[in-house]
């Protein structure tokens, strides 16, 4: 009972963090289809509850955003938690593997750029924030 108390408070914590930096949860498919047909540019960080989604992904996905140029949409899909959720996600992300934690970058529900976990794991949080800000830099406008 303890482990999935535990568990269960990791991935709240995860939830949390990601929501305080400004991402919408997409938490079904429906969620996902009406988040992906906005117009403009939308950055999805496929969340998850290991070790580099904590210590580089989700940092990385907190202080990208703060750059001239950034997505008009920041959302979320969690990773083992919200399945479905996170299955149609990838649905959009033509050609690339499941990875997570990682991120897509769509303009106007097509998929612009992606940067998988080999892109995030083992890096610092600074060096995924460059690669972030690069993607904004080529896809999206002035804040």
Do not use: W
Request: proline share 6%; with cysteine.
């Amino acid at each position: 009972m303890f482990q999935f108390q535990l568990f269960n408070d990791i991935v709240e914590q995860a939830r949390r963090e990601i929501v305080a930096a400004g991402y919408e949860e997409l938490r079904t498919p429906k969620d996902v289809d009406q988040a992906f047909a906005r117009k403009g540019t939308t950055l999805v960080m496929i969340n998850s509850v290991c070790g580099c989604a904590g210590g580089i992904a989700r940092p990385a996905a907190a202080h990208a955003i703060h750059y001239d140029k950034r997505p008009d949409y920041l959302v979320t899909v969690f990773a083992g938690q919200d399945k479905e959720a996170t299955a149609r996600a990838r649905e959009y992300f033509d050609g690339h593997p499941p990875s997570s934690p990682s991120f897509a970058l769509l303009k106007d529900g097509k998929l612009c750029t992606m940067i998988p976990r080999h892109e995030i794991e083992g890096h610092e949080p600074v060096a995924v924030i460059q690669k972030l800000q690069a993607a904004f830099e080529q896809y999206c406008d002035e804040v």
